[in-house]
């Protein structure tokens, strides 16, 4: 039941467990909209599958992701798709803010909260980088599971944008720490955090999988109902307490950020590539 190795993200059951696992490996699994679509795709599969009773979201090779892809051959954010999340219309033949805010909608704002909406607990298993987009993916998990090497950063302040699209920042770790975080775009470790609570474990590198489907086996044995009712009832704490709301606004002050620097630098990421972020520490 495992998807071809060459595909962007391969699908994986076993028993009541189904791994879902980004498959870009020699770019640290960055995220172009193939791979995207194929995460959306493998989410509607484990939701319509019976005997999935939790899923796990990982990384293949030495990352979990390093976000967005800004600039790997295979960057395709150009390109029309199929939408799935929401009635903006096409992107690709579109110009200016009205096709980023278009294609944002659909595959980072849409896709993340739909996917958070996925009635089966989800454990991201998290091993090296988790930066920018990274964090994303991570965030509308239910569980963090992280490896003692893994790290989190979000530098896209540094392209002059108030944090990446789905800005749960405020609501996965405290406020100040969110603005610390943000403010430097210093990478975070994974005991740190676990320590500010946006982490829920941390274990040695070479037992990430086996704690990971330890954790996920154990969730499995609890009814279905139960863990489908509960997840929705902390995810409905957490929109009382402004997550949902907060991100609209936020998702709007990032698409000002992209058309400033669309007026003011070289582009709308402010000219910074991914030479530039790597020169800059991320």
Request: hydrophobic residues 40%; charged residues 25%.
């Amino acid at each position: 039941m495992t998807a071809a190795h060459d595909e962007p993200v391969r699908y994986e059951r076993q028993g009541p467990v189904a791994t879902v696992t980004m498959n870009r490996p020699d770019y640290r699994n960055a995220q172009n909209s193939a791979m995207t679509y194929a995460l959306d795709r493998a989410f509607y599969r484990a939701a319509d599958d019976d005997e999935v009773k939790v899923v796990v979201l990982a990384g293949a090779g030495k990352h979990f992701s390093a976000g967005h892809d800004i600039g790997t051959p295979e960057r395709d954010a150009h390109l029309p798709f199929d939408r799935k999340t929401g009635l903006w219309w096409d992107h690709s033949d579109k110009a200016g803010a009205e096709s980023r805010f278009a294609r944002e909608s659909e595959v980072y704002l849409g896709m993340c909260r739909r996917w958070r909406e996925l009635p089966k607990p989800v454990i991201a298993s998290v091993q090296g980088a988790c930066v920018a987009g990274g964090l994303m993916l991570a965030w509308v998990c239910d569980l963090i599971i992280a490896s003692d090497d893994a790290f989190f950063a979000d530098p896209v302040v540094r392209m002059g944008i108030p944090g990446v699209e789905y800005f749960a920042h405020p609501w996965v770790m405290p406020p100040r720490i969110a603005k610390e975080f943000l403010y430097t775009g210093d990478r975070m470790s994974a005991q740190r955090a676990y320590e500010v609570g946006m982490v829920n474990r941390v274990v040695p590198r070479a037992e990430l999988t086996e704690r990971v489907t330890e954790l996920a086996t154990r969730i499995a044995e609890m009814p279905r109902m139960g863990l489908a009712l509960t997840k929705r009832a902390v995810n409905q704490a957490e929109d009382l307490q402004g997550l949902h709301t907060g991100m609209d606004s936020v998702f709007g002050l990032h698409h000002l950020a992209h058309a400033h620097n669309a007026e003011t630098a070289p582009d709308a990421l402010g000219g910074m590539d991914i030479r530039a972020m790597k020169k800059a520490g991320s």
